[in-house]
T-cell receptor, first 115, second 111 residues
Framework: EAGVTQSPTHLIKTRGQQVTLRCSPI?????VYWYQQALGLGLQFLLW???????NRENFPPRFSGRQFPNYSSELNVNALELEDSALYLC??????????????FGPGTRLTVL | SQQGEEDPQALSIQEGENATMNCSYK?????LQWYRQNSGRGLVHLIL?????REKHSGRLRVTLDTSKKSSSLLITASRAADTASYFC???????????FGKGTMLLVSP
């Protein structure tokens, strides 16, 4: 069974640019989660999509947005990049169970560097 | 926002020794999970313990949960160099499906 995949692996952008990160969940999983792991800050939850809808988001600025496609893959968009957006962006997926999902399966991440 | 706080921040031991990491959290939870991360890459799920459980085992891993103290511990027995990684606890609150992670413990196991 293929795991969660993310693309690209690494990305270098300059301040003010826009970036799109992509995630494909495990087959059969309908929920996709995005996390930001900046140096020294641990993992911060960003967004949760399930069945094409945004279910929850943390207190990140609106320049962080995303969407989920009918095949359950997802994109994370970050506009007007700032230096502090440099981080490892992790995507995770889980099956959608009644009452909420438990274990999340993570992809390898996209390393974003903003210069 | 951080929920879990791991302790210690870093731990260095010799192969064959046991490693114990602790996690404290602030609000009531549905379950608590431990993940491992190698070299800043993706996280690997290790074990999940539900709020009505007190102890759980998986291979060389033993997890305990004390909901009265809002704390958990992860014990890795007979550690190996391959166990070198960062370990994170993550909590899932009641009614939510998102995980809140701590900042992690960096474990170094020397041969």
């Amino acid at each position: 069974e293929a795991g969660v995949t993310q693309s690209p692996t690494h990305l270098i952008k300059t301040r003010g640019q826009q970036v799109t990160l992509r995630c494909s969940p495990i087959s059969g999983h309908t929920s996709v989660y995005w996390y930001q792991q900046a140096l020294g800050l641990g993992l911060q939850f960003l967004l949760w999509y399930d069945e094409g809808e945004e279910r929850n988001r943390e207190n990140f600025p609106p320049r962080f947005s995303g969407r989920q496609f009918p095949n359950y893959s997802s994109e994370l968009n970050v506009n007007a990049l700032e230096l502090e957006d440099s981080a490892l962006y992790l995507c995770a997926s889980s099956p959608r169970l009644a009452g909420g999902a438990d274990t999340q399966y993570f992809g390898p991440g996209t390393r974003l560097t903003v210069l | 926002s951080q929920q879990g706080e791991e302790d210690p921040q870093a731990l260095s031991i010799q192969e064959g020794e046991n490693a114990t990491m602790n996690c404290s959290y602030k609000t009531s939870i549905n379950n608590l999970q431990w993940y491992r991360q190698n070299s800043g890459r993706g996280l690997v799920h290790l074990i999940l313990i539900r709020s009505n459980e007190r102890e759980k085992h998986s291979g060389r891993l033993r997890v305990t949960l004390d909901t009265s103290k809002k704390s958990s511990s992860l014990l890795i027995t007979a550690s190996r160099a391959a166990d070198t990684a960062s370990y994170f606890c993550a909590t899932m609150n009641s009614g939510y499906s998102t995980l809140t992670f701590g900042k992690g413990t960096m474990l170094l196991v020397s041969p």
